[in-house]
């Protein structure tokens, strides 16, 4: 593997068409892109490029096997101008982890930071430093190989774009709790950050939509009984003072801010659970006002309070509270990944 | 809608570089393909093109989300030169049908099937005539609109291209029972041709390949005691001389060849029942010799015999019968379907 990157600088810069007070969520796409080919069974030519269109085969795989696998990332700038990731070997190992369970080639972590690094190092300017505002990483691999086949592709692509983007939600969301339809099976790729599992979870969600809700919250594909995962967050429910959310599985995907979200939750004295959690005692808890908050956690999403949420035809909603958990571990887990405050985890990294 | 179809002919026809007595499956592409888009609301600009690269944003969503649907389908030439496919409208209205499930617009049927004639009469000198081989013809449908947002894009493309291609298995093919992953769950996306099944079933079916069988016999997600698809093709067993198939449900494609099989079988005074089928039973019949026969059918495994399967670490094989019924059906289809038999059923289309 030849793991020096070429870098071919964008003649024509767009950033200064760009309105970095007023960012959408990832589609607003910075100059350059890395891009990495695996091919007679190696990745190579690793370069940085600028962000310009990809050419396929009509029998690419991509188009016709869902071979693709993604992660999620943020870079944030400080008032010194310092650029920071958050975790990001967290992402390459679970990039990995969705490889394997798509036989997809796994790529190395010193070839992939590598590659990130030159790529923000090159697009540095493009990192927003507004409140609020990072600059989305989208790391992306997919099956670019041909063949009306359905077995896995002998070529692939890892691309990483990136995208300032502003908040995933406009303020709070309210979820419908499923009840017909499901996001993964067991013995599936739920856990895995494979392009299909988002797919599959459209047509629920547009129908959830369509009822004035903006999410689903996935329950197990089996009873419905077991609150899984929301798609695009995890989800944490808080009963009384203790914060509760569903253990990893091979449905559930192990969100990167859901571990940190745990980690910084027990240690700053919150009583944590992590356990299966029935619907039925969300309803009864948001019945006999013990349900205090809900809400979902993600790097797009970050942590998002969750104002109600419907079931079985009816909306329970959640109180307003003075001082909820949501808000105090946003400004902690945000602190540390914009080094606003100290980092015991060693979870930032500077570039 | 404007359906009138532009034609672009190629300047280079490959087709003197094919070798028709030697086609291997769905790798081999014939001079030209059918594109159509899907923006501002509508499909438009129908074309029969060269078959050449497609050209995306790197944040197309079908990299990303895996939006994407296909179709398999085959035309086939008789002796005279006619040339006919196997009841192409069950095709469209499948695609259709995984279209809705997987938030796509779906396609007027009078487009697709004008679309799909005029390729058909482009290519016609790709259509084989040699025994056992045809034109395998691959619909697709993908998210060609753009943005890092994990919801259904704003944009498509609907594809015909065609491959002359010869038998998918060479023989009979060694299956294994599944008993740790699963294809579908109750409520996803199971019988919707969505490209994210078919990746999702790569790394189980390595597995299988490793330890010698070519393909794995899913079974439900949950218990691990029914049998369900093979993924490539849908699955009959024979009891003594019953023929049985599951039922189609949300996890399992409603395959066409299945349901003419089904028909051709009962119109034949063949046994057939479609109803759930245990592991157990299956076991059972194999140990106490009940077990005559089981079998493959799909568009591109026609009707593949099962030489045996494997499950929980042991191996059955399946007895060599004179007259099996896999033979004698798939001699009737493809009767049918070639035009060397009569058809009683109105399934064949002459073009």
Chains 1, 2 share one sequence.
Request: charged share 25%; with cysteine; glycine share 8%.
């Amino acid at each position: 593997m030849n793991s020096e990157i070429k870098i071919e600088l964008t003649e024509h810069s767009k950033i200064n068409s760009v309105d970095f007070d007023n960012l959408p969520f990832g589609s607003v796409f910075s100059d350059h892109m890395f891009v990495c080919d695996f091919k007679d069974g190696q990745w190579q030519n690793p370069t940085v490029k600028p962000y310009s269109p990809i050419t396929l085969d009509p029998s690419a795989k991509i188009f016709h096997y869902g071979q693709s696998i993604f992660e999620g990332m943020k870079a944030y700038k400080d008032a010194d101008n310092n650029v920071m990731l958050f975790r990001p070997l967290d992402n390459c190992k679970r990039l990995n982890k969705s490889a394997e369970r798509m036989v997809i080639p796994q790529i190395p972590e010193e070839l992939f930071m590598a590659g990130l690094k030159k790529l923000l190092e090159i697009d540095n300017a493009w990192i927003p430093t507004n409140d609020g505002s990072s600059l989305y990483i989208r790391p992306f691999m997919f099956a670019s190989g041909n063949g009306f086949h359905a077995s896995p592709a002998n070529e692939y692509k890892l691309i990483i774009a990136t995208a300032p983007s502003g908040a995933y939600f406009a303020g709070k969301v309210k979820v419908l709790i499923e009840e017909k339809y499901a996001r993964a099976a067991n013995g599936g790729v739920g856990f895995a950050k494979a392009g299909g599992n988002y797919a599959a979870q459209f047509y629920p969600t547009q129908l959830a939509i369509e009822k004035g809700y903006n999410q689903v919250i996935w329950t197990d594909d089996n009873t419905h009984e077991y609150i899984e995962e929301a798609g695009a967050m995890n989800i944490f429910v808080r009963i009384n003072d203790t914060l509760i959310t569903s253990p990893t599985s091979d449905r559930i995907l192990d969100g990167i801010t859901r571990k940190s979200i745990l980690q910084i939750a027990k240690d700053t004295g919150i009583d944590v659970e992590e356990r299966k959690i029935t619907v039925s005692e969300v309803i009864a808890a948001a019945q006999n006002g013990s349900l205090k908050e809900m809400f979902g956690a993600g790097t797009a999403a970050v942590v998002s309070p969750i104002a109600g949420f419907g079931y079985q035809n009816k909306d329970y909603d959640l109180p307003e509270l003075e001082k909820p958990f949501a808000a105090k571990l946003k400004k902690q887990i945000t602190d540390i990944q914009t080094n606003k405050a100290e980092d015991p985890y060693g979870w930032r990294v500077m570039l």
